[in-house]
């Protein structure tokens, strides 16, 4: 059976659910060689075990980690040209399709991003044109590099006992010309990461600047916070939570959109969501078009009413 590279997602050693995906996606296509980054590979074997990695190729060139994106391409390159894989899975976050893309010109092959699906060939399922079209494609050229957004699958657990292989990788001074000077961890917030959320809670205009509500249902479902791009531009809301078409783009299980009228703009970045809920005052609003369940209301009536009811059925 032929490999299939996989760029673990991961910080300071602890895989992210997004490498669990990739794994389980990486065993339809064949065995899983999960690449790792950096340090903490010990840390991090459990994990990438526990969803069926064969091996785990690590990377601990310390330059891998001083430098934006051009080094880890050319170390991908590098370990591509040894194992010979018959796909390359990475993200689809803002590093990962940047490395994708680069590595898609390093080894002159086709490139898909921002895939929601994946299934043998490899062919993938998009959502694209803003959210109106859902194609599927196929690599014809090359080794298929492919980005994979976040809740594009379930993981599922496959018990693998991977040995780790220490490679070592040369980076040229090209790839050199952006060193990382400062680097700061987001504070902590008690909420999953937006793009990989499960459950998404988002507040735009109807909020009038009160994301009491909206962060209350948030917590109440362990899920993660989003705004549309008026809450954000109006500074109700950082623009790191903003979710759009010039935002981020999710794809939770459940999103729940308050008090967003459903501009274009902001379907672009959640119309692949699973299951979509809207609670919207105005009947007529655009985003009744695109829901699974709609609630004509005044969020900050509805929201502390559905907090209320979920913490009682969860004590």
Do not use: C
């Not at 043998?120 to 959210?131: D, L, N, R, Y």
């Amino acid at each position: 059976m032929s490999n299939v590279l996989v760029l673990v997602d991961h910080a300071a050693g602890k895989v992210r659910k997004t490498t669990a995906e990739l794994l389980t996606i990486a065993r339809r296509l064949g065995e899983p060689v999960a690449v790792f980054i950096g340090e903490g590979v010990q840390d991090a074997l459990p994990a990438l075990g526990q969803y069926g990695a064969t091996k785990v190729i690590a990377l601990t060139n310390p330059e891998l980690s001083q430098f934006l994106v051009a080094p880890k391409a050319e170390a991908l390159q590098q370990v591509a040209a040894k194992v010979e894989p018959s796909a390359i899975l990475i993200s689809s976050n803002a590093e990962g399709k940047e490395i994708a893309a680069r590595l898609a010109v390093k080894l002159d092959s086709g490139l898909i991003t921002d895939a929601v699906d994946v299934q043998e060939g490899p062919v993938t399922t998009q959502s694209v044109f803003a959210g109106n079209y859902t194609v599927k494609s196929k690599i014809t050229h090359g080794t298929p590099i492919i980005t994979v957004k976040p809740n594009a699958a379930t993981p599922e657990a496959a018990e693998t006992s991977p040995e780790v292989e220490e490679f070592d990788v040369s980076i040229s001074d090209t790839a050199k010309t952006a060193r990382i000077t400062e680097s700061k961890p987001r504070e902590a917030t008690g909420r999953p990461e937006l793009t990989e959320a499960a459950i998404i809670v988002s507040g735009g205009r109807g909020t009038g600047g009160d994301f009491g509500p909206v962060e209350a249902f948030a917590d109440s479902l362990g899920a993660a916070v989003g705004a549309s791009r008026a809450a954000v531009d109006s500074g109700w809301y950082p623009h790191a939570y903003q979710v759009g078409q010039t935002g981020k783009t999710v794809s939770p299980q459940l999103y729940v959109a308050a008090g967003i009228s459903g501009a274009i703009q902001h379907r672009a970045g959640m119309q692949t969501s699973k299951t979509i809920v809207a609670v919207n005052k105005d009947p007529e609003a655009p985003i009744f078009e695109l829901v699974d369940f709609g609630v004509v209301g005044d969020l900050h009536k509805v929201l502390p009413t559905a907090t209320e009811e979920v913490t009682k059925r969860k004590s």
